[in-house]
């Protein structure tokens, strides 16, 4: 039986310079690695094929980050990338494997070939997994080390998995009252019989440690007007436990969570060796907010896919009336569009009527429960009044909003919302009135709302990897149906909702120069009847609760809201779809700063976006989907990126067959010049 070491050969290739009397790297070529990838083989090696002539000359001609330098033969880091890969190898569990290598050069092209042929041979497996150092521990603790193996018995050997299962086994112990749990060694042993391993991991897992006494430490002033009870019910770690690094780190969060508190630390004190009690005394350290707070704004925002410029007022109490409420009472005004408007008169009830204005008023008062149930659980209710103006309607709407968010895991929550909402609409022109006299009955709705969304993504503000996504569902008019049975005569819409959204992203460079992001997003709404009465009215989904496509986060070929298959897009549909696809570049990355400008900050973006909106699902066709493309440019700043994106159409449906496409047009006098500049703060998606 032999024993293996685990460790890569810690071997750094030389680096040379660009020697342009050296051997330009052509072709690398592995023949024989039935098991591992080219592309896997490639990524553990330094030696490097040189990109294409293209690629090279704008490197060595315009940029550095538009192209790539050409790569040159160096015989020592060849040799190293070759241990390297044999060490690779035996990580896979092909501890026989025998790489030979073949090296052609070309003197004419100052050019080489380099070509590895390998033999795999036997892959071990795993025939047995001894942990070493647990005897001693908590039983159920060690079972539950024995209960999730990574290294499954008779899988094939795999140094990766290895390194999950010590983590694994070490976050266990850590989170499980063995704080200064410590791994010893590993160790591999081949049998020369069967070529398959066993794998021993030695811990230390040191003593097992309870929390202590739990103290409360004002950090630069006091908290006096903050009940200590709030802090103890919202604590994971309580007094008699075993000690938990996670829940050390979940208490920080949830303190953090609440809004009392602008820093919490909480030190945990070890003792020594000699005391024999176990325990271990903690410490709250908190600084406290201002409890109130005034706060003028000026702002802009991307809401209905359009920009926004807007200025408010809020008053916030902290703490109100105790346990963290948070009492919030806000006044906005934002707007869109403000072409030939009179200033003045917009501020009174016939100016805010101007069919040019697109806007938005709104008055709101929240109360926020940061913990209700438990730790994970937050509450709000919010009551609002809103005037939303759009070009040909004005919807005045009063909202009383109950809501409810559970964060599942670290990257999971849920949302549920129950709304109740008067809704008035009044529409300026008599002859699209006469069209939509349904949409301007008052109605008092009752909406359920339920959403899941997971954010896997690396940055709130500007991803450059991961996923998002996004499920909710939707439900007007069970409980106003089950009143009107018991005698109400409100109006109200009857209906269900569905959509579902995702954005993905990744970084082509790995070093955030070029970022591939797409969208995905889907939906439809339908109305329903079986709780009506024969001759009760059947109203439609109300006009704030539709899908509206246009604008400068959805096809943006389109102004905002001015997208769909049917008349008067504005007015909105039962159904959507809309997918887009972006690459963004950051052109001038490595660029110093020049004072408090950055070059580095710019990026430019190429787009493609399809999608539509249709008054039913059943209108729905693949042939009406619009397609728009084009350019845009990001400036990167402490809020998010500025953007600017200019759309033009490359498949308008609603032309007349053989002028739909882009192909069909003149260029500049009818594409480019029907182009829409989109103006927006943050990503597109």
């Known amino acids: 039986m032999l024993?293996?070491?685990?460790?890569?050969?810690?071997?750094?290739?030389?680096?040379?310079?660009?020697?342009q009397t050296g051997f330009e790297v052509k072709k690398i070529e592995f023949d024989g690695n039935e098991t591992l990838s080219d592309k896997a083989l490639l990524s553990v090696m330094t030696t490097k094929e040189s990109p294409g002539k293209i690629s090279s000359f704008l490197y060595e001609h315009f940029s550095e980050r538009l192209g790539s330098k050409r790569e040159y033969f160096n015989a020592a880091g060849f040799e190293a990338d070759v241990v390297t890969l044999r060490a690779f190898y035996r990580d896979n569990g092909f501890f026989s494997a025998v790489i030979d290598t073949v090296i052609t050069y070309d003197s004419t092209d100052r050019a080489v070939r380099l070509k590895l042929i390998i033999q795999e041979g036997y892959r071990s497996l795993v025939d047995s997994t001894r942990y070493v150092g647990l005897d001693k521990i908590n039983p159920s603790v060690r079972a539950e080390v024995y209960s999730d193996e990574r290294t499954k018995i008779g899988s094939p050997f795999n140094a990766k998995e290895l390194t999950h299962e010590q983590e694994r086994i070490l976050s266990l112990l850590r989170n499980q009252g063995y704080p200064e749990a410590k791994l010893d060694s590993v160790t591999v042993q081949r049998r020369l019989s069967t070529n398959n391993v066993s794998l021993i991991l030695t811990f230390t897992s040191g003593w097992e440690y309870r929390v202590g006494k739990i103290i409360i430490a004002p950090e630069g002033g006091t908290i006096d007007d903050i009940d200590s009870s709030l802090v103890f019910h919202h604590l994971d770690l309580t007094s008699g436990q075993v000690y938990s690094l996670e829940r050390k780190s979940a208490t920080e969060r949830n303190l953090s969570r609440s809004g009392v508190f602008e820093t919490v630390r909480v030190d945990a004190r070890f003792p020594s060796l000699e005391d024999t009690s176990r325990s271990v005394p903690v410490t709250i350290v908190l600084k406290a907010r201002n409890k109130h707070e005034l706060t003028p704004e000026l702002f802009v925002s991307d809401e209905d896919n359009a920009f926004n410029l807007g200025m408010g007022l809020g008053y916030n109490n902290r703490n109100f009336f105790g346990n963290a409420r948070n009492f919030l009472t806000r006044g906005r005004f934002r707007v869109q569009s403000i072409q030939r408007i009179s200033v003045l008169k917009m501020f009174t009830a016939a100016g805010f009527r101007q069919p040019p204005l697109v806007a938005n008023a709104e008055l709101t008062f929240q109360l926020l429960q940061p913990y209700i149930f438990s730790n994970s659980v937050s509450g709000t209710w919010t009551f609002s009044l809103i005037a939303d103006k759009k070009k040909q309607y004005l919807q005045s709407i009063v909202r009383n909003k109950i809501g409810v968010s559970n964060q599942f895991s670290q990257h999971t929550f849920g949302f549920f919302e129950w709304s109740l909402e008067r809704m008035a609409v009044e529409i300026f022109d008599s002859t699209i009135a006469a069209q939509f006299t349904e949409e301007q009955r008052p109605q008092l709705n009752s909406i359920l709302v339920a959403t899941v969304q997971r954010d896997m993504t690396n940055d709130i503000l500007s991803p450059s990897a991961g996923l998002f996504t996004s499920f909710s569902v939707e439900e007007g008019g069970v409980i106003p149906a089950l009143l009107k049975n018991l005698g109400s005569s409100l109006p109200f819409s009857q209906y269900y909702k569905a959509s579902a959204f995702a954005r993905w992203y990744e970084d082509l460079s790995k070093d955030r120069f070029a970022i591939l992001a797409m969208k995905l997003k889907a939906g439809f709404a339908e109305p329903y009847s079986f709780l009506r009465k024969p001759g009760d009215e059947n109203l439609p989904v109300p006009l704030n609760r539709r899908f509206f496509a246009g604008g400068s986060g959805s096809v943006r070929g389109w102004r905002a809201r001015e997208l769909g298959a049917m008349d008067r897009p504005q007015f909105g549909g039962d159904a959507i779809f809309e997918t887009s696809i972006e690459s963004r570049i950051n052109v001038l990355k490595g660029v110093g700063d020049f004072w408090w400008f950055r070059p580095s900050g710019f990026w430019t973006v190429i787009f493609l976006d399809v999608g539509n909106v249709w008054g039913s699902l059943q209108?729905?066709?693949?042939?009406?989907?619009?397609?728009?493309?084009?350019?845009?440019?990001?400036?990167?700043?402490?809020?998010?990126?500025?953007?600017?994106?200019?759309?033009?159409?490359?498949y308008d449906p609603a032309q007349p067959d053989g002028q739909q496409w882009v192909t069909s047009k003149r260029l500049w006098r009818d594409t480019f010049s029907n182009g829409v500049l989109q103006f927006g703060i943050g990503q597109a998606f």
């Open 3 to 19: 024993s293996l070491p685990l460790s890569l050969p810690s071997i750094k290739a030389q680096n040379p310079s660009d020697e």
């Open 619 to 650: 209108d729905a066709h693949f042939r009406q989907l619009a397609v728009a493309s084009g350019l845009g440019i990001r400036y990167d700043t402490v809020f998010g990126p500025i953007r600017i994106d200019f759309g033009f159409r490359v």
